[in-house]
C-alpha cells in the first residue's frame, strides 16, 4: 500500500511570497488533515476534510492560508503572503474515516528567508 | 480543552536498557490516546493506539503502554531499547481515532551504545 505523498519536500522563499504544497492521500482514504509542526512542538491541526468538504478549519490563519480539496482525493495548502513564523514542517495525513487512525506523509519542511 | 503534557523534553538510555515515556493527557469524556514516533525528516507512524477495554495496549516494535485513568497518563514502555529506537516520541489525545488529535511538545529519545 503506497503512503501518503507529499511535495515538495523542501521550499525556501522569501518573506511575503507565496508557496503550495501538494499532498496525495492513501487511496481510498477520505478523510484528509494538513498540520503544522513548528521546531521543537507537536504537530497542530491546521484543517481537516471529509471527502470534499472542511470538518474542520478553526486553527487556520484564514488571512493567509488556504486549503481545497476539490474531487475529494488530493488536497493542496497555500499560503499567501508568507510570514517568518510560517517557518515550519507541513504535514499531510489520511485516514479511511474518523474512527481510524492517521496515516502521516513525510512532511514539506519550509523556511522563510 | 483537551491538552498533553510530556515532561521530559529529551532522554538518554544505553542501549539494552528499559524505557518509560511520560504522558499525562486533559479531557473531559474517555480519550482516545496514541503514541506517535518520528525519525529525522520523516513523518510521524503509529506506534500503539487506546480506545477502550484493557489498559495495557501493546503495538509495535516492542512497545507497550498502560492507561491509567486516575492519574491522567498514558506512559509508553519498552523493556529493551534497541539503538534504532533513536527519534521523537508524541503523545496525542482526541474525541476520535482521527478527529482533531492534540499533540504533546514530544520527547526526544538518544540510545547510547
Known amino acids: 500500500e503506497a503512503g501518503v505523498a507529499q511535495s515538495p519536500r523542501y521550499k525556501i522563499i522569501e518573506k511575503r511570497q507565496s508557496v503550495a504544497f501538494w499532498c496525495n492521500p492513501i487511496s481510498g482514504h477520505a478523510t484528509l488533515y494538513w498540520y503544522q509542526q513548528i521546531l521543537g512542538q507537536g504537530p497542530k491541526l491546521l484543517i481537516q476534510f471529509q471527502n470534499n468538504g472542511v470538518v474542520d478549519d478553526s486553527q487556520l490563519p484564514k488571512d493567509r492560508f488556504s486549503a481545497e480539496r476539490l474531487k475529494g482525493v488530493d488536497s493542496t495548502l497555500k499560503i499567501q503572503p508568507a510570514k517568518l513564523e510560517d517557518s515550519a514542517v507541513y504535514l499531510c495525513a489520511s485516514s479511511p474515516d474518523t474512527n481510524q487512525p492517521q496515516h502521516f506523509g513525510d512532511g514539506t519542511r519550509l523556511s522563510i528567508l | 480543552a483537551q491538552s498533553v503534557t510530556q515532561p521530559d523534553i529529551h532522554i538518554t538510555v544505553s542501549e539494552g536498557a528499559s524505557l518509560e515515556l511520560r504522558c499525562n493527557y486533559s479531557?473531559?469524556?474517555?480519550?482516545?490516546l496514541f503514541w506517535y514516533v518520528q525519525s529525522p525528516g520523516q513523518g510521524l507512524q503509529l506506534l500503539l493506539k487506546y480506545f477502550s477495554g484493557d489498559t495495557l495496549v501493546q503495538g509495535i516494535k516492542g512497545f507497550e503502554a498502560e492507561f491509567k485513568r486516575s492519574q491522567s497518563s498514558f506512559n509508553l514502555r519498552k523493556p529493551s531499547v534497541h539503538w534504532s529506537d533513536a527519534a521523537e516520541y508524541f503523545c496525542?489525545?482526541?474525541?476520535?481515532?482521527?478527529?482533531?488529535?492534540?499533540f504533546g511538545t514530544g520527547t526526544r529519545l538518544q540510545v547510547t551504545l
Open positions: 479531557y473531559g469524556a474517555t480519550p482516545y
Open positions: 496525542a489525545v482526541g474525541p476520535a481515532a482521527a478527529s482533531k488529535l492534540t
